[in-house]
């Protein structure tokens, strides 16, 4: 098994995952020293240097593509994300391995999204960022591998979901639509270890591909995250209420997008049984706490 991504928010809990159940795995990371010292082995290679890869995967049966670019540069996005995911892809197909990418559900773009199952809402992705992560998923679809589309994730080294959460009704001093929209959320711990139970099954290849959700079964309202995101008195709780429509015109003047408000005021639901019973784990009944 080989992981690409090994020193990441997602790639790390999967190491830890695998390193937990005494899995034999190679990690791979640009800067290998950042690299768990728990791996038993490390593989220097960057997604961008299609010659760095061959080498990478010479002893490998499966391969979990936990890479992603996440700032602000579009020419960086499309360099990690789609490019190096297609160089990742050839590289697999050259050995005819299967491969796990780890996308976002973000692909899908606007909600409301209520409940969705997989292959039954066509992607929609409006961000720089989730247009090249869709693009690198095609790759990856096209070679018969697996897309893991993973809702909200939280925990520690979360530098996204629940401070952008927070900053954002902070911004808005207000509840879109009382904070009655639900979200898909997985704790990172959990994450990680779905990935790797998912990973150590070595899903083959398929025509066209695969496509899974990995959540946590019932989703939870806004007001519930942010509640227990502001305890402690982390940021103050809205006591005010504005529509979604409302919200979407005051945005502009407090410097927040149609694309934060989305998140705040529309249901992102999607239904992730099938991973769950694909790789047998039972869903946790004791969930992590949400905080900073």
Known sequence: MVLFGATGFIGSAVLEALTSAGADFTAVARRPDAVAESAPRVVAADLTDPASLPGALS???VVVHAVSYTGGDPEQADAVNRIGTEH???AARERGVPLIY?????????GPHRGIVEGTLDPNPVSVLSISRFAAEKAVLDYGGTVVRVG???????RWFAPGLAYILARLGAWVDEGRSVLSLIGVGDLGRLLAALARQAPPLRPGGT???AAYPEPRTVREIAAELAAGGAFPLP???LTFDEAVARAPELGLSERNID????DHHYDSARIW?????????ARPRLSF
């Open 88 to 90: 990742l892809v050839a």
């Open 211 to 213: 496509v899974l959700h």
């Open 59 to 61: 002893s490998a049966d």
């Open 263 to 266: 998140l705040a005021g529309h």
């Open 152 to 158: 909200f994730v939280y925990g520690p080294g979360d």
């Open 102 to 110: 780890v996308s976002t559900v973000g692909v899908y773009g606007s």
């Open 239 to 241: 006591e005010t209420s």
């Open 277 to 285: 019973e694909t790789t047998g784990l039972p869903v946790p009944a």
